[in-house]
């Protein structure tokens, strides 16, 4: 039988999105990933990650039965401008934040997740993905992360997190970054390559 590039191949079972509606939820990543292009120009991203408490993994036959759904953002410009959509997930977390790490990991909130879907090749996804983040309502409690938080800073990049946090779509996107040449990144990529050898 020959290979024909047309059949697409299956990449194992996928984890179902979580059920839509307002959830709570922690910060449990964020991840700088550089300057890149975008509809405003060249600029610096960022993207978080929410773990839910309340929406479980129901699939026997995986690692992940039994953890937390996550859900993320799309990438969100760093800004100051209290309209940006990263400063109103830095308000409702902790408006007196003066980085993205320890002012804001493991953070409760609430966040309202709704299904997207997208045609691509002729065929149909359905997304996932934040359309709002509210603060908790008096009186409730959020439960605790079953998973290891961490950030990832562009600026002062952590190898152990390079290496056993992130996965390779997003290696490759901070790698692509405008500004990744001459990085703390691209220094710390080229030490462990060179420890490799």
């Not at 509606?21 to 600029?43: N, Q, S």
């Not at 993994?57 to 401008?81: E, N, V």
């Not at 940006?84 to 007196?96: G, I, K």
């Amino acid at each position: 039988m020959s290979f024909n590039p047309q059949e697409k191949q299956s990449t194992g079972p996928r984890i179902p999105n979580p059920d839509a509606g307002v959830v709570p939820a922690r910060l449990a990543r964020v991840i700088e990933t550089g300057i890149h292009d975008t509809f405003y120009g060249e600029k610096d991203q960022v993207i978080l990650f929410y773990s839910l408490p309340t929406r479980i993994i129901d699939m026997p036959d995986s690692d992940y039965h039994g953890k937390q759904h996550m859900i993320r953002t799309a990438p969100l410009r760093k800004s100051s401008s209290e309209k940006a959509t990263l400063m109103e997930h830095v308000n409702v977390l902790n408006p007196s934040a003066t980085n993205l790490g320890d002012d804001l990991l493991d953070r409760p909130c609430f966040v309202t997740i709704v299904h997207n879907e997208v045609e691509s090749g002729g065929e149909s996804r359905t997304f996932a993905n934040i359309s709002q983040v509210s603060g908790v309502p008096e009186g409730i409690e959020v439960g605790a992360l079953d998973t290891e938080k961490f950030y990832f800073s562009f600026d002062e990049p952590d190898a152990d997190i390079w290496q056993n946090q992130l996965w390779d779509n997003i290696r490759e996107q901070i790698m692509s970054a405008k500004n990744y040449p001459g990085s703390a990144v691209e220094e710390m990529v080229l030490r462990l390559k060179a420890m490799e050898s």
